[in-house]
């Protein structure tokens, strides 16, 4: 992502590929290689630029892009691991549900269990909150978008 050459680009440089924001950038350059294990958010260029880059999973270690090509907050979800990358993720949607047909989905991978969260994370939630009261419409809209995916993968018998 090279902008051409003139005034417009007088901004801050990436510390990584030294290319020249616009001047009209505000905040930290951060170098990004794309979303990694991240749910895709936004189909854009890699490598590319923004003022964050998000933390790594904490359960795998992957790399989940930034805001720009990921998501934040509390819609960062690893899809290796099925894990909610952010003490918000699981404070807001609750652990993901392990069902047959889930698990087949991802090819076998259980999603972890309210236990084996970062205890940063179990506290966000709140001590022994399981997903007990599942109610889809108190997920965020990626979370929701997911769950809407799997009973539609799940109506069509598909596994």
């Not at 880059?53 to 795998?60: F, Y």
């Not at 960062?76 to 918000?88: D, G, H, M, S």
Request: proline share 8%; aromatic share 6%; net charge positive.
């Amino acid at each position: 992502m090279k902008l051409a050459g003139g005034k417009n680009n007088r901004g801050p440089s990436c510390a990584v590929c030294q290319e020249r924001m616009p001047a009209s950038w505000q905040g930290a350059v951060a170098h990004c290689d794309g979303p990694g294990v991240a749910w895709v958010m936004r189909q854009i260029e890699k490598p590319h630029h923004a003022e964050q880059i998000n933390p790594v999973c904490w359960r795998c270690g992957g790399k989940l892009g930034c805001p720009r090509c990921a998501s934040s907050g509390a819609a960062l979800l690893c899809v290796r691991c099925a894990a909610w990358a952010t003490p918000e993720g699981l404070a807001a949607n609750g652990p993901i549900l392990n069902s047959a047909v889930s698990v087949a989905k991802r090819h076998g991978v259980a999603a972890p269990q309210f236990v084996e969260y970062p205890e940063e994370f179990r506290r966000a939630r709140g001590a022994g909150q399981d997903n007990v009261d599942f109610d889809p419409s108190k997920l965020s809209a990626p979370a929701r978008r997911l769950y809407q995916l799997g009973l539609a993968g799940i109506g069509n018998g598909a596994a």
